[in-house]
């Protein structure tokens, strides 16, 4: 599955070969009409000879001048959210690079919480909420059907994606389809197909650093590789039919469930509140799904699994921890790093382009101002370059870990599975709200995490 960034380049691609398209059917289309005025053909008279014109050459011109018009609104599209997202500059300011090709400078920039806004208002379902509203209906219930303001896919781009061996008889390791620890754990109900992402350049909380995919089924089934034994080993030339044989390899693997978790909460506005644009778009944008991402953000990292909780890192059976004692807090991050290292089923595709470690902010701050003998800041001063890094690793600082601990993972082994993107519904049928003319605004989303191997995330204590 692609990023949001390779969509947008490959969008832009099939823009280039549109115009090109485009522009030879146009030369053709002229110069067609050109022969045509030599030959002495006039297409207003020629009913025929206008038809086979408009079949060779004006049909698919004009279809072609449709879909590149659809191209360049997509593109115009993917700009806003770009520039919602801090990932392009805002067109309205003066500074260069301010208009590009994609979002022409007269258009104002809105942010992803007016995008949403926007669909919510635009919809049929939202329309029908106002006449009540306008027309001070004395009867019957007001209700807003679920409005998905964000898709599936939308959402995953919003948020805003790596036992020890017993000598056995030849053939008792081999690969099954009928045994649950062998590839049978591989038949499984819409297998899910994995998704690796890198870690974003600047993520602001553990949620940024999950690579996100969708899934249409409430469950997500995969598979963890509970052991393998390389057997790799230089062999001489069989001289007999005793001697020359390899080694023989084993691998075992286990199967995992996780079900699609519901995460949302509402908040009661009066009708008169809701005339107020200003107010529902505070509601929706800073306050509902604000608080629905800070919430997925929790779960992620120590969900419990109980229903209806998803299932955290935290909660994974593989689940490394490293605790201080008596090692400085970088030691103690480098041996978190050295456990996840020599696990046998990470080392072997373990990717540092995708380790990350988060700490609590109050415990990066303390980390960061550590000084040497001589006064020194041991991870530079405070007029070095920006960022935040240890070991070579990003540091995320989220004040969803308590002081003290911290997160060392390789984030390509675990994936988000979105199957609701953000959805915004209402109605002023609960309780009495109906005759004091309150009204529930209720945002929720479905998601679940995978994660391929628990052993790829160790936590950091006694910091």
């Known amino acids: 599955m692609n990023t949001f960034t390779e969509?947008?380049?490959?969008?832009?691609?099939?823009?280039?070969?549109?115009?090109?398209?485009?522009?030879?059917?146009?030369?053709?289309?002229?110069?067609?009409?050109?022969?045509?005025?030599?030959?002495?053909?006039?297409?207003?008279?020629?009913?025929a000879k206008y038809q086979e014109l408009k079949e060779k050459l004006g049909d698919p011109l004009q279809a072609k001048s449709n879909e590149l018009q659809g191209l360049r609104e997509r593109l115009a599209e993917f700009a806003q959210i770009q520039i919602a997202m801090g990932e392009a500059p805002d067109p309205r300011s003066n500074g260069p690079g301010a208009e590009t090709k994609d979002q022409p400078t007269d258009r104002k920039a809105q942010s992803v919480g007016d995008v949403g806004v926007k669909r919510l208002v635009d919809s049929p379902q939202w329309r029908g909420v106002k006449d009540h509203i306008a027309e001070r209906a004395s009867s019957g219930y007001l209700s807003l059907q679920p409005v998905e303001i964000f898709t599936a896919e939308e959402t995953k781009a919003l948020l805003g994606d790596r036992a020890s061996w017993e000598a056995k008889a030849a053939g008792d390791n081999v690969v099954t389809g009928a045994s649950a620890t062998s590839a049978g754990a591989g038949v499984i109900n819409d297998f899910l197909a994995r998704y690796v992402d890198l870690v974003p350049f600047a993520p602001n909380r553990l949620l940024d650093l999950i690579p996100k995919s969708t899934t249409d089924s409430d469950t997500i089934d995969y598979l963890t590789e509970t052991a393998f034994t390389n057997a790799a080993a230089e062999t001489a030339e069989a001289t007999s039919g005793?001697?020359?044989?390899?080694?023989?390899?084993?691998?075992?693997?286990?199967?995992?469930?996780?079900?699609?978790?519901?995460?949302?909460?509402?908040?009661?506005a009066t009708t008169r509140g809701l005339e107020d644009f200003g107010q529902l778009r505070s509601l929706v944008q800073r306050k509902l799904i604000g608080g629905l991402m800070n919430r997925l953000n929790l779960q992620c990292y120590s969900g419990n699994g109980t229903s209806p909780n998803i299932s955290g890192f935290t909660d994974r059976s593989g689940y490394q921890t490293q605790a201080l004692g008596t090692d400085s807090r970088s030691d103690a991050v480098l041996k978190a790093v050295l456990a996840i290292r020599t696990t046998a089923s990470v080392n072997d595709n373990l990717d540092p382009a995708a380790m990350a470690v988060v700490f609590d902010p109050a415990d990066w701050v303390d980390l960061r101002l550590e000084k040497d003998a001589n006064g020194n800041y041991t991870y530079g001063p405070p007029s070095g370059p920006v960022g935040f890094s240890i070991w070579g690793m990003p540091v995320v600082q989220d004040m969803i870990l308590t002081a003290g601990t911290g997160l060392v993972g390789s984030f390509d082994q675990c994936e988000l599975f979105i199957r609701r993107g953000v959805t915004i519904s209402s109605t002023d049928s609960h309780d009495d709200w109906f005759i004091s003319e309150i009204i529930a605004i209720k945002a929720t989303l479905r998601a679940a995490l995978a994660v391929y191997k628990p052993a790829a995330f160790c936590g950091l204590t006694g910091f």
């Open 7 to 47: 969509t947008i380049t490959e969008t832009r691609a099939q823009l280039a070969v549109v115009e090109r398209e485009h522009g030879e059917l146009r030369a053709a289309l002229d110069k067609r009409i050109e022969e045509a005025k030599a030959e002495g053909v006039d297409f207003v008279k020629d009913e």
């Open 242 to 268: 005793s001697d020359g044989a390899l080694a023989e390899a084993a691998q075992t693997w286990a199967r995992v469930q996780d079900s699609i978790q519901l995460v949302g909460h509402y908040i009661p």
